[in-house]
């Protein structure tokens, strides 16, 4: 057994490789809080979340007033238990996002921290069920994107070996979803998946009425259809189109991935380790999601769920979206269309730390040494 002795807190602000737009907003900053925890061996595990622009600064703060001085002293392996101390110490605040995102930085650290004490890379230790998985592309998909340049993008990740490529949709008039999407299937054929992804823009008889129109195109799914705590709109839309349904990316409870499951609102799940809380809820849901017989296909954060997705065996996919290159030396590795399980102890993520120092926040970097209740 081996104490927490230090907690170290930073945030590095990532600009979009590319424009990022959809049906409800525009993706022009990724705030990233990273955790630091050392124990009293020296061993040391790296965690991160993460934002789309806004409240990291309170995430940080709930870091740094609330939750890290809490692990000062704790057995660094009793993960779960740490995980609902300080889920039951900050339950006047969850469930959200601000909590959720706290939570998963410090989750992911302890893991990282535990897979290294054992030698052992992430994917290997959340189960290892297999050692790749196939991608899908978003960065060519995104809403202000014309035709012509979706079905180039669409092209160039089916030659590369991807599974397939998402298209947002939510365009003023389903007809323009239609033909853009139209064109993409023409261009790559039948055997190459179309996701898409509708932010939750929608209402449900718009839903239905554009699931209705796509119905032709044969689409891997519509995700996010509907705003994501309206859960019998979902069961309604998925009662009245034969396209999967796929949601996650914006649930931050396995008891609300559980109802979705239950009432059958849902076909894929896209659980976010960001969103959900860290890796311990995360594959929660996921082995949940095998006993629906639903495929695992998380949201985003590829440098890390090609771990999680290869741990599980109904990982289906990984999102194809490098966001991490200015902090990482090694990026993550591809094959032939799959992402690579990592073969290094811990979550596998080539840190680059002298970036990490030039680019964090000097108002967020904070040492915690001392416990506080």
């Known amino acids: 057994m081996a104490k927490i002795e230090k907690v170290e807190l930073a945030m590095v602000d990532l600009v979009p490789k590319v424009k990022r737009t959809d049906a409800i907003q525009s993706f022009v900053s990724q705030e ?17 979340s993460y934002t789309i622009g806004t409240g990291g600064s309170s995430v940080m703060r709930l870091l740094a007033d609330h939750l890290a001085p809490r692990l000062i ?82 092209l160039a990740a089916k ?9 947002k949709i939510g365009k003023p008039h389903g007809s323009e979803d239609f033909e853009r ?5 023409k261009a790559v054929g039948d055997g190459y998946e179309i996701m898409t992804d509708c932010n939750q823009g929608f209402s449900v008889d718009e839903a239905v009425r554009r699931a209705e ?38 649930l931050y409870s396995i008891r609300h991935f559980r109802e979705y499951m239950q009432k059958g609102g849902c076909n894929i799940v896209q659980v976010d380790v960001g969103r959900i809380g860290g890796i311990t809820p995360w594959l929660k849901v996921a082995h949940m999601a095998e006993a629906f017989d639903m495929p695992v296909c998380p949201h985003f954060l590829m440098e890390l769920h090609v771990s999680l997705a290869c741990a599980v065996p109904n990982g289906k996919y990984v999102e194809y979206i490098p966001q991490l290159d200015e902090l990482t030396g090694k990026k993550m590795a591809i094959e032939n269309g799959h992402a690579l399980a990592p073969s290094e102890p811990g979550l596998g993520i080539d840190w680059d730390f002298d970036a990490l120092q030039a680019r964090s926040i000097a108002e967020f970097s904070v040492t915690v040494t001392e416990r506080r209740n």
């Not at 009793?78 to 995102?101: C, K, M, P, S, Y």
């Not at 030659?159 to 298209?167: D, I, M, Y």
């Not at 891997?220 to 069961?235: F, R, S, T």
């Open 159 to 167: 030659a590369k070996g991807f599974t397939g490529s998402k298209v």
């Open 213 to 250: 129109r796509l119905r032709d195109l044969d689409l891997a799914w519509i995700e996010e259809p509907l705003p994501a705590d309206d859960i019998d709109g979902h069961v309604r839309l998925s009662n009245a189109t034969a396209t999967p349904v796929a949601v996650g990316e914006s």
């Open 181 to 185: 999407l139209s064109a993409v299937r």
């Open 32 to 48: 990233t809080p990273i955790v630091t925890i050392t124990d009293a061996d020296g061993a040391v595990g790296m965690g991160y």
């Open 73 to 154: 002293g704790q057995d660094a392996d009793q993960i779960e238990a740490i995980w609902h101390d300080l889920e039951f110490a900050t339950h006047a605040t969850t469930i959200g996002a601000i909590t959720a995102i706290a939570l998963a930085a410090i989750d992911t650290a302890l893991w990282d921290l535990r897979a290294r004490k054992q030698k052992l890379p992430l994917w290997k230790l959340a189960g290892g069920a297999k050692d790749r998985c196939p991608l899908y592309t978003t960065e060519g998909g995104w809403l202000h994107i014309e035709t012509a340049a979706l079905v180039e993008d669409a």
